[in-house]
């Protein structure tokens, strides 16, 4: 199995980038892929070119849990 690494080129990974419905037209986004190894890959839409950051699936669900129950509603406007 294929290992994937923080830092990575972000369009060098063989994955379908897909972002929130809620993202502005300005293209201020966060985009996510999921990875032929099951870990999940973010990007900035501003720089589809840049890095990746990887994270596991453990990583991901407790972040989007967290996020679910308002643990991070302090971070925005």
């Not at 190894?37 to 990887?54: D, K």
Request: proline share 6%; glycine share 8%.
């Amino acid at each position: 199995m294929q290992e994937f690494r923080n830092g990575t080129s972000a369009a060098a990974l063989p994955v379908v980038w897909r972002k929130s419905r809620w993202s502005n037209p300005n293209g201020n986004c966060v985009e996510v892929a999921s990875l032929p190894n099951g870990e999940i890959a973010l990007r900035n839409s501003r720089f589809p070119e840049g890095p990746a950051l990887v994270y596991t699936q453990a990583e991901i669900t407790a972040f989007v849990l967290g996020a679910k129950d308002g643990e991070f509603d302090d971070l925005v406007a």
